[in-house]
């Protein structure tokens, strides 16, 4: 009977003991399985299927190195639910550019591999350290290093083949990764919707009191750098020196939404550049003013005027010859502008309004300051309002040296002999925003330094047009440094009109004829004073509110 009971005991020991050990075990387990997966932050090896895509990376856990060296410190690894990676996908793919600062680049690399890592964390972590101490703007300076040097490290073009990357494409919407800064949440994991709120931020930099003004007048080159951008000096370059050495394909009357005006024309070039060609004969004032224009605006490096081209009308030379001149009513042998399309700017979503802070400065007679930009609190929150702003004021300073009369002076003399002020709340001429960007493009400038200066003579009753020019000079006494710097410069010639003509005739030949036109003689006198009258304002601002 002992012996019964001492075997069922025995039994019930191990049967128990069993029991608790495989109890203790799926606990471990599941515990394991709840832990984060260590991933290795700069070396991962990626499997591939059979079509060469990358599978889900091996994960490594990382206490030691490939070395056998320790880690300094869990600076060098992220946590990372295992959620994370997947067959041909990524649940939380905005911390895999941290987690795979870079591929490997062969097993025979390791040791320079290592050297290389060890000197990239050695950076990250006094990084690190001054980030915690930094200012906002401090915080960019470290996020603008670490993006350099993340392009520099890992650059698709620099990996073995036998290591592909992954492309943004292969995971669907990885919440803008290409701009993904790690998060100030160290070592846990961050959800999607935390993470893109934290991305969508630090894309869209909003300026502030401090990083927007310098001296009291002048843009800070923050504000000038978040400030849209036109066609830079390269591509304008390039057009002007290559558009008459191609052949136009097609040439179509205008619409009311392209190119405008019955004499007109829409034309594409056999490289797909589509242009507005302007014919004026026997008017050349107006093709000429359009071109001058174009190049005072490269003058002062504004890149908000569309790049002009002259040509001359001739059915036998390679430009004219596939396409019939005769259906526009043109003649032979006259001379066209040959104008810049800009895309995503003739829509109604396109019209461009006076801002309400300059509009009340013509209205009250008193100038924007730079302590007025400071008060509104607004201003700030909305870029593209800031922006508008700035870009205005470029344009008000170039409208005034060209005379132009077909953007805002238009509407002022309309408001004027209408006695109707609202006409200047309306959408303005000849001012169209890009949908893509709000960059505001100044179009139609023919009637600038040549047209326009015929109605500053005493003459034509000119002071109706020098107060028109003058009140919007006066609306803004905070400026583009770069722009007042360009006028300075211009400024500083004896003949500055002759400064703008070499420079305008060196780039485009036809303008040669120029001096030929009967406005001539009137722009040589007008372009100084008007120069010298918007130098005058810019140093009155400086005195007053600098």
Known sequence: ???????????????????????????????????????????????????????????????????????????????????????????????????????????????????????????????????????????KGVNKEFDNKFNKVYNPENQPNQNPVFKPGDFGDIHGLEFFTKPKLKYEEVKDEEAHKLISSQKQVKPTKSTSLTNGIFWTDFVESIVPKGQDYKDAHHLLHTVRRQKIMTLEKPKWNRCGRPQNGFLVLDDGTEMCARYRHPHDCFVYGESLSFFLSRLLHMDSVPAVVLARTNSTSKLWKAVNIRSLDWQENRTVALIQWVDNINNRGSKSYMPRLILEAFRTGKPVTGWEIEQLKDLY????????????????????????????????????????????????????KSLTDNKL?????????????????????????????????????????????????????TQPYVRLIEYAQSLEPLLQHLQNDPNFPLFTKLFNLRLKDVILWIRHCKTKYS
């Not at 608790?20 to 599941?30: E, I, K, P, R, T």
């Not at 079509?51 to 869990?74: A, C, I, Q």
């Not at 000079?473 to 722009?483: A, E, G, R």
């Open 1 to 139: 009977m002992k012996i019964r009971l001492r075997r069922k005991l025995r039994l019930f020991i191990v049967t128990g003991t069993v029991l608790l050990g495989f109890s203790y075990m799926v606990l471990c387990f599941v515990a394991i399985e709840s832990q984060p997966t260590i991933i290795e932050r700069n070396v991962g090896e990626y499997d591939t299927d059979i079509m060469g895509k990358p599978r889900r990376p091996k994960m490594t856990n990382l206490e030691f190195d490939k070395s056998g060296n320790k880690l300094k410190n869990d600076k060098h690894i992220l946590y990372a639910n295992r959620s994370i990676t997947g067959d041909m996908g990524i649940g939380n793919s905005h911390l895999l550019k941290t987690a795979s600062l870079r591929e490997m680049k062969g097993k025979e690399d390791h040791a320079s591999e290592n050297d290389a890592e060890n000197e990239i964390y050695q950076d990250e972590e006094e990084e690190i350290e001054d980030e915690e101490d930094a200012n906002s703007d401090d915080e």
């Open 381 to 432: 929150k909305n870029p593209y309002q800031l922006t508008d702003i700035v870009q205005w004021g470029t344009m008000i300073i170039f409208d005034y040296l060209t005379a132009n009369y077909d953007r805002v002076a238009s509407m002022q003399d309309a408001a004027e002999k209408e006695s109707k002020p609202s006409i200047l709340e309306e959408s303005i001429r000849n001012l169209h």
């Open 441 to 493: 493009w100044l179009i139609d400038n023919e009637s600038g330094l040549l047209d326009a200066y015929t109605l500053l003579e005493p003459s034509n009753n000119s002071s109706r047009f020098f107060a028109f020019h003058d009140q919007m000079l006066k609306t803004m006494c905070v400026f583009q440094s770069s722009l007042v710097s360009s006028l300075e410069q211009l400024s500083k010639y």
